[in-house]
């Protein structure tokens, strides 16, 4: 029996595709004159921020992307500043550390008119924690630390809309009713795609209240709910099908094998580094919005259309 020919695939635009992933390195993208440097003053008794938000965030996304601790952060972009003839002031590495554990990032997204059809899943990032040395000197934790990373990503932008960082004991299922909780309610969501793990009745009821189809395989051995409310004549729906059909039919009928761009999504958060420089767990969640925030930035500048030739 003859071994069956790998599928092979073809990107449709190569050439505007190619220009995209040279813009991600210019520097243009960065820089804007007409950005809010210092922030206003909002008239209370306490002494206010001399930078704003947005020239806080400027310089961590400097600082991501280069892998840079603050202090030559600093040092570069009051050089990039220079070159762009801005004569506007550089806070020191001291106020960037102290301004990142309260930022909240402005993770910049696109919308459509469509329905959102969202890809939820998680991954693991490692953290700072005792080295090998401490831990055997002083009785320190041996184990490697780590925390979760819980993304919800649109299919048709490529943007990752929701995000959530908690530590590792937290399970998936907790955290989806606050990651659809991030999307404004004037948005509409279509399907809600994720792995066996958010076959829940939390999950399937967050994705019901917001009038969404879940796309959830049943777990193994699962069996059907009560029918007391929606979210359950759902689940069992998918449970009816998944028997009559097949498991692989399911996933192919439902479109589920889409859930491994979000997969994709996972490995360019790690492209930033495998670990978080950070120690403090609020500037650590900073941190990975600004990962976030610099993913979605360069999918706007034009992401790759992959079809299926054979």
């Not at 994705?207 to 689940?235: Q, S």
């Not at 069992?236 to 479109?255: D, P």
């Not at 094998?257 to 670990?275: D, N, P, Q, T």
């Amino acid at each position: 029996m003859s071994k069956p020919l790998p599928t092979r695939y073809r990107t449709t635009n190569w050439s505007s595709y190619n220009a995209s992933l040279r813009k991600r390195g210019s520097m243009l993208i960065w820089i804007d004159q007409d950005m809010a440097w210092l922030a206003p003053h909002e008239g209370r008794l306490a002494r206010p921020p001399v930078f704003s938000d947005a020239a806080i965030q400027f310089y961590l996304s400097i600082k991501v992307l280069f892998k840079l601790p603050l202090r030559q952060t600093a040092g570069m972009v009051a050089s990039l500043l220079q070159l762009a003839g801005l004569d506007w002031s550089v806070p020191d590495f001291s106020t960037l550390c102290r301004r990142q554990k309260t930022l909240a990032a402005q993770i910049p997204y696109r919308r459509i008119d469509s329905p959102l059809s969202f890809l939820v899943d998680s991954t693991g990032i490692k953290v700072p924690g005792d080295g090998a040395w401490q831990a055997r000197k002083h009785g320190g934790q041996g184990r490697r630390q780590w925390r979760r990373v819980h993304l919800a990503m649109d299919t048709d932008t490529f943007d990752i809309r929701a995000v959530e960082f908690t530590p590792s004991s937290d399970g998936d299922n907790p955290i989806l009713p606050e990651l659809l909780g991030q999307i404004p309610e004037d948005e509409q969501i279509g399907t809600v795609t994720a792995d066996g793990a958010y076959d829940t009745r939390r999950c399937h009821a967050a994705i019901t209240e917001r009038l969404a189809v879940p796309i959830i395989p049943i777990r193994k051995n699962g069996r059907a709910w009560k029918e007391d409310c929606p979210a359950a004549k759902a689940r069992n729906e998918t449970l009816r099908a998944t028997r009559h059909y097949g498991r692989a039919f399911w996933k192919h009928w439902t479109g589920y094998h889409a859930r491994s761009r979000v997969e994709a999504k996972m490995r360019g958060i790690k492209a930033f580094g495998e670990r978080i420089a950070a120690r403090d767990p609020d500037r650590q969640t900073a941190e990975i919005h600004i990962r976030v925030a610099l993913m979605n930035r360069f999918d706007a500048l034009g992401t790759a259309e992959i079809v299926r030739v054979a």
